[in-house]
């Protein structure tokens, strides 16, 4: 079993920056890659970025791509998610996951699979 607490969300102006952190507890965290999604109003929930623990290979979604920088602390079990010039469009609920079908399945995964927090909200202002 997988435990998922995210923090770090608020309100920013556009150009602005956030880092959210995901704490993971459990064991085995290893087997696991760890993904970024999120939820705005009214829409699906969407795939944001992706690492592995061991050798860090990521992943990213193309409207975060340049701005948005995924990272692991493994002796804190923690993941992060560096957004830098943020846009209105990045308002969301971002939630963490931790899959373990590995970091190719994750960009294309639903709530279904994997363990997932309860999500941080982030508010982009124009």
């Known amino acids: 079993q997988v435990q998922l607490e995210e923090s770090g969300g608020g309100l920013v102006q556009a150009g602005g920056s956030l880092r959210l952190s995901c704490v993971a507890s459990?064991?085995?965290?290893?087997?696991?890659?760890m993904g970024w999604f999120r939820q705005a109003p009214g829409k699906e929930r969407e795939f944001v970025a992706a690492i592995t623990w061991d050798v860090g290979n990521t992943i990213y979604a193309d409207s975060v791509k340049d701005r948005f920088t995924i990272s692991t602390d493994s002796v804190k079990n923690t993941v992060y998610l560096q957004m830098n010039s943020l846009e209105p469009e990045d308002t969301a609920v971002y939630y963490c996951?931790?899959?373990?079908?590995?970091?190719?399945?994750?960009?294309?995964?639903?709530?279904?699979?994997?363990?997932w927090g309860r999500g941080t909200l982030v508010m982009v202002s124009s």
């Open positions: 996951n931790a899959d373990g079908r590995g970091i190719a399945a994750i960009p294309t995964s639903s709530p279904r699979f994997g363990h």
């Open positions: 459990g064991r085995t965290l290893s087997k696991f890659a």
